[in-house]
């Protein structure tokens, strides 16, 4: 064999659901939540083959970009497996962004369709003036007279057995950051992203086809597809879809659905927790419950500790496809609020400002390698060299590793502000400040201060009974008193990004600050 084919071959993509339907056809896939509508993978490939069909028919091709402006529904699940077997790439866009903001993203995207779900309708009639070129509007449901309707991928074939030959380098999707500078920024998530991603985590994790997870994130963000559902298809599991967070339909998810595994960022957690069903509510049923997205504080951590739940910390950011890190069962209340090894097939360091490695306990830049890192930004070399220098991923996230090789994220570097030449960390107050029994939920940004450069604000939500010199005391008692903030602000409640985390952007900004 010549090297050249042993290349060609290293690049093989495989079409995943049509592998998965042909080794376990009848096992349960997917679940449809809201309408009890179950899926095996048999069906689930069939669903998919047709809408790649249909997909087929309005001209696109490889590489056409196909973008997607819906809430979590299974129809959204089909185009993800459906547009890789035509090598087209799906832009994922964030319904939480306005359409001023999407109108940027998506001309930037250069789409060939746009399909959408009936609760945007309103904003894709606002982008419509835009679309320069887009050639078809579909709607999922109830399209207007000049639209295509989605339905229409019924009265195609089954079958689907042209898919180009891909490599690994060609994109399956772009995927938008959280956007805390500027215009979110679209990351190329590769097929090989992906498959990486996936073994990386079946592998680490110990996925099996006996394991059901729960997808309440939403689908345009990474962790949508990628913490339990690809690999849940590459082990043969079953994947419950869920439209998005509801506390009460989280409970019947942990008591009635035979969920093994769930996944949920801090606030959506600190929800459940003051929800009146958690005292009720046996979680003993799941294997893995882990919070990414932020830091999750302490008090959060032993709420699911003293329930005899391994409740665990995960970090992902969408540069590197979701999933990094695990922390073995038994270090879970050894290694506090630590996030734990780096999973297979990927490398990493923390490094001070001048490219060295700190020392063990010591906070600096995390950077990860691996092949599982996006391939760069969509149409953004300039920002794609910034964050890609030398094969590493510089994060933007400040962590700590320790003498036996354990990671912990102490919060995203821009975050981190510097208070009198002292580095301090929000996530390290807002654990103390949630620790206090009046308060439900904390958000700490830096300030501009004359003297000291730099000084912390915390927006709480607080319960009956709040007095602030209380948590003063409270807090100066547990903090280095540079660590203390110089203000706080009561809010009925804190704004929230796409995926549930607390908007710090907003709140440093001039609308959250007194």
Same mark, same amino acid.
């Not at 789409?111 to 982008?127: G, H, K």
């Not at 599991?237 to 960022?265: K, M």
């Given at each position: 064999?010549?090297?050249?084919?042993?290349?060609?071959?290293?690049?093989?993509?495989?079409?995943?659901?049509?592998?998965?339907?042909?080794?376990?056809?009848?096992?349960?896939?997917?679940?449809?939540?809201?309408?009890?509508?179950?899926?095996?993978?048999?069906?689930?490939?069939?669903?998919?083959?047709?809408?790649?069909?249909?997909?087929?028919?309005?001209?696109?091709?490889?590489?056409?970009?196909?973008?997607?402006?819906?809430?979590?529904?299974?129809?959204?699940?089909?185009?993800?497996?459906?547009?890789?077997?035509?090598?087209?790439?799906?832009?994922?866009?964030?319904?939480?962004?306005?359409?001023?903001?999407?109108?940027?993203?998506?001309?930037?995207?250069?789409?060939?369709?746009?399909?959408?779900?009936?609760?945007?309708?309103?904003?894709?009639?606002?982008?419509?003036?835009?679309?320069?070129?887009?050639?078809?509007?579909?709607?999922?449901?109830?399209?207007?007279?000049?639209?295509?309707?989605?339905?229409?991928?019924?009265?195609?074939?089954?079958?689907?057995?042209?898919?180009?030959?891909?490599?690994?380098?060609?994109?399956?999707?772009?995927?938008?950051?959280?956007?805390?500078?500027?215009?979110?920024?679209?990351?190329?998530?590769?097929?090989?992203?992906?498959?990486?991603?996936?073994?990386?985590?079946?592998?680490?994790?110990?996925?099996?086809?006996?394991?059901?997870?729960?997808?309440?994130?939403?689908?345009?963000?990474?962790?949508?597809?990628?913490?339990?559902?690809?690999?849940?298809?590459?082990?043969?599991?079953?994947?419950?879809?869920?439209?998005?967070?509801?506390?009460?339909?989280?409970?019947?998810?942990?008591?009635?659905?035979?969920?093994?595994?769930?996944?949920?960022?801090?606030?959506?957690?600190?929800?459940?927790?003051?929800?009146?069903?958690?005292?009720?509510?046996?979680?003993?049923? *799941?294997?893995?419950?882990?919070?990414?997205? !932020?830091?999750?504080?302490?008090?959060?951590? %032993? $709420?699911?500790? &003293?329930? #005899?739940?391994?409740?665990?910390?995960?970090?992902?950011?969408?540069?590197?496809?979701?999933?990094?890190?695990?922390?073995?069962?038994?270090?879970?209340?050894?290694?506090?609020?630590?996030?734990?090894?780096?999973?297979?097939?990927?490398?990493?360091?923390?490094?001070?400002?001048?490219?060295?490695?700190?020392?063990?306990?010591?906070?600096?830049?995390?950077?990860?390698?691996?092949?599982?890192?996006?391939?760069?930004?969509?149409?953004?070399?300039?920002?794609?060299?910034?964050?890609?220098?030398?094969?590493?991923?510089?994060?933007?996230?400040?962590?700590?590793?320790?003498?036996?090789?354990?990671?912990?994220?102490?919060?995203?570097?821009?975050?981190?502000?510097?208070?009198?030449?002292?580095?301090?960390?929000?996530?390290?107050?807002?654990?103390?400040? *949630?620790?206090?029994?009046?308060?439900?939920? !904390?958000?700490?940004?830096?300030?501009?201060? %004359? $003297?000291?450069? &730099?000084? #912390?604000?915390?927006?709480?939500?607080?319960?009956?009974?709040?007095?602030?010199?209380?948590?003063?005391?409270?807090?100066?008692?547990?903090?280095?008193?540079?660590?203390?903030?110089?203000?706080?602000?009561?809010?009925?409640?804190?704004?929230?990004?796409?995926?549930?985390?607390?908007?710090?952007?907003?709140?440093?900004?001039?609308?959250?600050?007194?």
């Amino acid at each position: 064999m010549g090297q050249a084919e042993m290349i060609q071959q290293s690049h093989f993509v495989a079409d995943w659901l049509d592998k998965r339907a042909r080794l376990t056809p009848d096992r349960l896939a997917l679940v449809d939540y809201r309408t009890g509508q179950e899926t095996t993978f048999r069906e689930w490939n069939e669903r998919a083959n047709r809408t790649a069909n249909y997909l087929k028919s309005l001209g696109v091709t490889r590489g056409d970009r196909v973008a997607v402006y819906a809430s979590n529904c299974s129809e959204y699940l089909d185009l993800f497996w459906a547009a890789p077997k035509l090598g087209a790439v799906l832009q994922n866009l964030n319904w939480r962004l306005t359409v001023h903001e999407l109108t940027a993203i998506v001309a930037s995207g250069g789409p060939r369709l746009l399909i959408y779900s009936e609760d945007w309708r309103a904003q894709v009639n606002e982008l419509r003036p835009s679309l320069t070129t887009v050639e078809h509007i579909i709607a999922m449901t109830h399209p207007e007279t000049a639209e295509l309707d989605f339905a229409e991928r019924e009265a195609m074939s089954a079958e689907f057995n042209e898919m180009p030959d891909l490599a690994l380098d060609d994109p399956w999707g772009i995927f938008y950051t959280g956007g805390t500078t500027g215009l979110p920024k679209g990351a190329v998530i590769t097929h090989g992203n992906i498959t990486w991603n996936s073994i990386n985590t079946v592998v680490s994790w110990g996925i099996t086809g006996q394991h059901k997870a729960a997808l309440q994130l939403p689908f345009f963000h990474i962790g949508g597809p990628n913490i339990f559902m690809a690999p849940l298809v590459h082990a043969g599991g079953t994947t419950v879809l869920c439209s998005g967070f509801d506390p009460d339909e989280t409970f019947d998810l942990v008591e009635h659905s035979g969920i093994t595994h769930y996944v949920g960022v801090p606030t959506m957690f600190q929800i459940l927790q003051s929800h009146p069903r958690w005292e009720q509510t046996d979680f003993s049923k *799941l294997e893995l419950v882990i919070s990414g997205g !932020a830091p999750c504080p302490l008090p959060v951590m %032993e $709420k699911f500790w &003293e329930r #005899g739940i391994d409740f665990k910390m995960g970090y992902g950011l969408t540069e590197a496809s979701g999933n990094n890190f695990w922390l073995p069962p038994a270090l879970v209340r050894k290694k506090v609020g630590s996030v734990g090894y780096p999973i297979f097939h990927i490398d990493m360091k923390v490094v001070n400002e001048d490219g060295s490695e700190c020392d063990a306990g010591e906070g600096g830049e995390l950077l990860i390698r691996g092949p599982h890192v996006m391939a760069g930004y969509w149409n953004n070399p300039e920002a794609t060299a910034e964050v890609i220098r030398d094969g590493w991923l510089h994060t933007g996230d400040t962590a700590r590793v320790d003498r036996d090789g354990c990671y912990s994220i102490l919060g995203r570097s821009k975050e981190m502000f510097i208070s009198g030449g002292e580095n301090v960390y929000p996530a390290e107050i807002e654990s103390v400040l *949630l620790a206090h029994p009046r308060v439900l939920e !904390a958000a700490v940004v830096g300030i501009p201060h %004359e $003297k000291w450069g &730099e000084v #912390g604000r915390a927006f709480l939500v607080t319960a009956d009974g709040y007095d602030e010199e209380e948590v003063r005391a409270f807090l100066a008692g547990r903090l280095a008193r540079y660590k203390l903030p110089h203000s706080i602000v009561v809010v009925a409640a804190l704004p929230l990004t796409a995926i549930g985390k607390i908007d710090k952007k907003l709140l440093a900004s001039n609308e959250g600050s007194e």
